[in-house]
């Protein structure tokens, strides 16, 4: 599943560093349409700087987006990066981790450094940067991950509004429109 990546332009871009590795996929959400989800990454030294795009059909802007990984592929035992704008219109990207049941609420095990979450034209962008031996679940570059990725779109009505602020509970990431996991993916330099 391996493929070039084109970075979105404006401010965004200027900010985001040429990246190493990319993966893409396409899946069908549930209220009819597709949802391409672009993963792209780079190395510097021990850390890793993460980019995921979602790209959902027009007129559905997506509300929050969210990356975790775990062995396993299961969302108990995992670390999280979630992105989304709160009800008071502060951007979050939160780390966070799930001990026992979704949603993830749990204190975060997860570092993450320089977290961006923007929204235009039908995609909504995520990246930041964390220590790959952070957490319960490292990253390395040889070995192979499971990597988890959801969100819902402004679509899905009964996903109710985001949390007030960055650091409400997110019962609202419970209900998505979209969800994949991705298999053997080396986050290789």
């Not at 802007?61 to 990356?67: A, C, R, S, T």
């Not at 996903?159 to 991705?182: K, M």
Request: glycine fraction near 8%; aromatic fraction near 8%; charged fraction near 15%.
């Amino acid at each position: 599943m391996k493929s070039s990546l084109a970075l979105l332009a404006g401010a965004f871009a200027a900010v985001t560093p040429a990246f190493a590795g990319t993966d893409s996929m396409t899946i069908a959400d549930k209220i009819g349409g597709n949802v391409t989800i672009s993963t792209s990454w780079t190395w510097s030294g021990s850390d890793i700087s993460m980019k995921l795009d979602v790209t959902s059909k027009e007129n559905q802007d997506p509300m929050w987006v969210g990356i975790g990984w775990n062995p396993t592929g299961e969302m108990v035992g995992a670390d999280f990066v979630i992105g989304y704008i709160a009800g008071n219109g502060d951007v979050c990207v939160r780390p966070l981790y799930c001990a026992t049941k979704p949603p993830p609420n749990d204190k975060p095990m997860v570092q993450i450094s320089n977290g961006v979450f923007q929204k235009a034209n039908n995609v909504a962008s995520l990246s930041f940067t964390r220590p790959a031996q952070s957490g319960k679940n490292p990253i390395d570059a040889t070995t192979f991950m499971t990597t988890m990725y959801a969100g819902a779109t402004l679509g899905m009505a009964k996903s109710g509004p985001p949390p007030a602020n960055c650091t409400a509970n997110l019962t609202f990431a419970q209900v998505h429109d979209f969800y994949a996991t991705e298999k053997n993916i080396t986050f290789s330099a």
